[in-house]
């Protein structure tokens, strides 16, 4: 019997969490940036491998080499979102202003109640989007890596648990029937699509100047189980209490088709997606939540 | 002799799984299906195989370690179905 996959962990100590919260309810807001901005400078010298990671997509999205300072910008980011959520979790409002293009489409779905695939990014305030949909009668399983020290996460599924529920899944064997389970269950299931390590198929598609592999799972899930498939993309606003959301079109797959004629307008529908992403990650470059490599080259055919 | 089942399961991963070049009576027995490189079946080609396996034998498999063992070849899945309380075998 093999063990279980140690859990990972967040950089930074297990009370990092619960002291970014105290200090941001009770420091003067100048010296709480100055203690956030210094962290992050800690973080940039401490983790190279992000830092490489940060350098080499952001070389590829500015076309050019970055300074550091915009390096320290796309480390500084995330710990703004880090704080967004941890607010959130503790109870701060948190209001959707959706873009009107498919809007119709998406309020009628979410709407329905019926269970969907909602995928989405490690880009901007997406991550909350799975929470947020317990507002709009879904029950929502969100797919999640364990991570040891992660309060960020465990506030937001207090805060959001009576319809939101986690699917841990950090062994990737277990994951398809975890989402078997859910589904099956009726849940809606929220996921994120851009990381190709855990994801059982991956395909080519146009993004940031090359075809790169990304996940294409959700799409074999929507087909075997009948499930519609939407993705959200969120970015903050300089409200901290409002972030703007961008859905897709709605992809039900056709079970009257043959499989590859529906897997064909799947590749079309997440292209559409990806070029949405890429707008968006073009205009905000900083809100690409991934300190890993970006997603790989396809091999030519 | 051999056995309808066997021959039922093959019949039925052939169709499920679209191994247009592949006849029921070539799969051996015994042979690995996921991770074969001879079927090149994934874990979404599993998941696809196990709804098939519960609405055809009215079983319901629970977790991916239980489908691991039941589909490591056609007789080990052939033994799971015969094992399932209520199963159509």
């Known amino acids: 019997m093999t063990a279980p996959p140690a859990k990972p962990r967040n950089p930074g100590p297990g009370w990092g969490y619960g002291f970014l919260l105290w200090a941001d309810r009770w420091w003067p807001r100048w010296l709480f940036q100055l203690v956030m901005s210094a962290g992050t400078w800690i973080a940039l010298g401490r983790m190279p491998r992000q830092r490489r990671a940060s350098r080499e997509y952001l070389s590829v999205v500015l076309d050019r080499n970055p300074r550091v300072i915009e390096v320290y910008r796309h480390f500084s980011a995330f710990m703004d979102f880090l704080m967004v959520k941890l607010r959130t979790g503790s109870g701060a409002p948190i209001h959707c202003d959706l873009e009107p293009t498919h809007a119709d489409e998406f309020n009628a779905l979410v ?39 992660s309060e960020d996460t465990r506030l937001l599924g207090e805060r959001f648990g009576d319809k939101v529920s986690y699917l841990w899944v950090n062994d990737p064997r277990e994951m398809l029937f975890a989402l078997k389970g859910a589904i099956e269950a009726g849940r809606s299931v929220a996921l994120k699509c851009d990381r190709v390590d855990h994801s059982a198929r991956t395909e080519a598609f146009n993004f940031l100047n090359a075809r790169r592999l990304f996940p294409f799972t959700i799409y074999h899930l929507a087909i075997l189980f009948q499930r519609p498939v939407v993705y959200c993309i969120a970015i903050p606003t300089s409200d901290p209490g409002r972030i703007q959301v961008y859905s897709s079109s709605v992809f039900h797959p056709d079970s009257n088709q043959p499989r590859e004629q529906i897997l064909e307008a799947a590749r079309e529908h997440f292209q559409s997606v990806l070029t949405l992403l ?24 | 002799m051999s056995d309808p089942l066997l021959l039922r399961l093959k ?61 490591a070849s056609v007789q080990t899945i052939a033994a799971y179905i015969r094992s399932r309380p209520g199963s159509k075998a």
């Open chain 1, 111 to 149: 709407g329905s109640g019926k269970p969907a695939l909602f995928g989405t990014f490690h880009f901007g305030s997406s991550d909350l989007l799975g929470y947020l949909l317990s507002d709009r009668d879904q029950r929502v399983s969100i797919l999640r890596l364990q991570v040891e020290n």
């Open chain 1, 278 to 301: 890429e707008s968006l990650v073009r205009n905000h470059p900083y809100l690409w939540f991934n300190y890993i490599p970006l997603n790989p080259v396809a091999k030519a055919d």
């Open chain 2, 11 to 71: 019949t039925l991963i052939v169709a499920t799984l679209k191994l247009d070049d592949v006849r029921p009576e070539d799969i051996p027995d015994d042979e690995p299906l996921i991770g074969s490189p001879r079927f090149g079946l994934d874990s979404i080609d599993a998941l696809e195989l196990v709804l098939a396996l519960e609405k055809e034998f009215g079983i319901k498999i629970g977790n991916s370690e239980e489908s691991r063992n039941a589909l």
